[in-house]
């Protein structure tokens, strides 16, 4: 049977958590609980999701639905966007078979599409055409 109460959970939701629990722990009076918002929200400030929305990983998303990839593959690509073939690669399990070097390419330029694109806009996404 289905667990309809697990969810897989981005960085960026785990930081916007974190960030509401970091703004109300006075309520708490954890130190503990100060302390690992504080160390993990330092870490997840510096990660790819810093400059994540939700729109951009909705986008990225429906246009990652085209490669048939596992959820847990997805989610490794949305935290930690693939900027190099073998970067792909990495986040794809062993048991499947490669990704085509056409397939790797355009998962990376999907990267920079929805994630590097200065404004996480369509409009910023003039930059997506493969160079070959």
């Given amino acids: 049977s289905i667990n309809e109460t697990y969810a897989y959970v981005t960085n960026l939701e785990v ?8 703004s109300t ?4 009076g954890m130190r503990n609980l100060a302390t690992v918002t504080y160390e993990a929200l330092q870490y997840l400030e510096e990660s790819p999701c ?6 951009s990983i909705k986008n990225y998303l429906h246009d990652l639905a085209a490669y048939k990839l596992k959820p847990h593959e997805v989610l490794q690509m949305v935290n930690d966007p ?14 499947k078979a490669p990704l085509t070097d056409e397939e790797n390419e355009a998962i990376i ?21 493969a160079s070959t």
């Fill in 25 to 28: 722990k006075k309520k708490f």
């Fill in 109 to 129: 330029q999907l990267t920079h599409k929805h994630f590097q694109s200065g404004g996480n806009t369509e409009a910023a996404a003039s930059g997506t055409a």
């Fill in 82 to 95: 693939p900027t190099s073939a073998l970067h792909t690669q990495l986040l794809i399990d062993d048991n």
């Fill in 50 to 55: 810093k400059t994540q929305t939700r729109e």
């Fill in 15 to 22: 930081m916007q958590i974190l960030m509401k629990i970091k």
